[in-house]
């Protein structure tokens, strides 16, 4: 049984602070990793994508990957308040094998 | 503005009632995959779609059925509904062999089961 696990959170971080999201994985096959965000009712938006060990960085998201550990997480710099959302960690295996999700944790940013 | 469209986009059915969901794919998007999320829970795979036949299927029962037609639209079909049915679905068109990259996920379908 292929596992991806979140903490569910809440997460309260102050505006401005940064908030750190981890995931962890239990198929070592996984190859591919993904961060979406969902807001309430609706559906899940890519945010980032990550497929080799280090850290990927897009404004003021970075990704960081360790197949060694099967530990994927995701740093959000300089948190807003339109952050609040719930975000998903997702893994796949090779080419278009199904997305295995967590359960998501949710993100407050107080202002 | 999504390229998948779902409808119907809420819906209220019977235990026991039978249900369609529809999904059209973005345009060139010949899989189509589809989701289950309930209530606090991340999406779950029930199966995927392509060239009109099933490519893959999660952990549901055979009540759980669909169908791709040759425009590459979908339908997932649930019989015999039950109070756990109830969730968000989400359907996601995408290129063959290509990963969740490429996905593009429709609004979903809100499905509530009483």
């Known amino acids: 049984q292929k596992e991806v696990e979140q903490n569910s959170g809440p997460l309260s971080v102050p505006e401005g602070a940064i908030a750190s999201l981890n995931c962890t994985y239990s198929d070592r096959g996984s190859q591919s990793f993904f961060w979406y965000r969902q807001y309430s009712g609706k559906s899940p938006e890519l945010i980032m994508s990550?497929?080799?060990?280090g850290d990927k960085e897009d404004g003021r998201f970075t990704a960081q990957l360790n197949k060694a550990s099967q530990y994927v997480s995701l740093l959000i710099r300089d948190s807003q308040p339109s952050d609040s959302a719930t975000y998903l960690c997702?893994?796949?295996?090779?080419?278009?094998?199904?997305?295995?999700f967590g359960k998501g944790t949710r993100l407050s940013v107080i202002a | 503005e999504t390229g998948v469209t779902q409808s119907p986009t809420h819906l209220i059915k019977t235990r026991g009632q039978q249900v369609t969901l529809r999904c059209s794919s973005q345009?060139?998007?010949?899989?189509v995959s589809w989701y289950q999320q309930a209530l606090g829970q991340g999406p779950q795979f029930i199966f995927q779609?392509?060239?009109?036949?099933?490519?893959g299927r999660g952990n549901f029962p055979p009540r759980f059925s669909g169908l791709q037609f040759p425009n590459y639209s979908s339908e997932l079909n649930v019989n015999a509904l039950e109070l756990d049915d109830s969730a968000l679905y989400l359907c996601?068109?995408?290129?063959?062999?290509?990963?969740?990259?490429?996905?593009?996920f429709g609004s979903g379908t809100r499905l509530t089961v009483v």
């Open positions: 990550i497929y080799s060990n």
């Open positions: 345009s060139g998007h010949n899989t």
């Open positions: 996601a068109s995408s290129l063959p062999g290509q990963n969740a990259y490429g996905y593009t």
């Open positions: 997702a893994v796949q295996g090779s080419g278009n094998t199904p997305l295995v």
């Open positions: 779609y392509y060239r009109e036949e099933e490519n």
